[in-house]
């Protein structure tokens, strides 16, 4: 199993980012894909989630009115559009799964991480 996070990098507050998330061997058919996000001395934070079939998505409070998840299936890649961003925002960023039929903030409830993309916003 891989997740492969990238599109991070150094932008200016109000600029836009736009990450990716590629998925391969993974063990099941039907999955969600999660972004969460970890800022230094901070707990990890949710930031979007997505089912595979693109059908679904359910976003944290930080991201509502300015990230959108979405998903190539024919890539088996999901995307974070990130745009109007803040200093705030900046953070390492990862990408999971899980199998649940259900979206989930938990962490611990997703079975493989990408190993992140560092996000840095300056003001």
């Known amino acids: 199993v891989q997740l492969q996070a990238s599109g991070g990098g150094l932008v200016q507050a109000g600029g836009s980012l736009r990450l990716s998330c590629a998925a391969s061997g993974l063990p099941y058919n039907s999955y969600r894909v999660g972004w969460f996000r970890q800022a230094p001395g901070k707990e990890r934070e949710f930031v979007a989630a997505?089912?595979?079939?693109?059908?679904?998505?359910f976003y944290g409070d930080s991201a509502k009115g300015r990230f959108t998840v979405s998903t190539d299936n024919a890539k088996n890649t999901v995307y974070l559009q990130m745009n109007s961003l803040k200093p705030e925002d900046t953070a390492i960023y990862y990408c999971?799964?899980?199998?649940?039929?259900?979206?989930?903030?938990?962490?611990?409830?997703?079975?493989?991480w990408g190993q992140g993309t560092q996000v840095t916003v300056s003001s």
């Open positions: 999971a799964t899980h199998k649940n039929p259900f979206h989930s903030i938990v962490a611990d409830l997703y079975d493989y």
């Open positions: 997505i089912s595979n079939s693109g059908t679904s998505t």
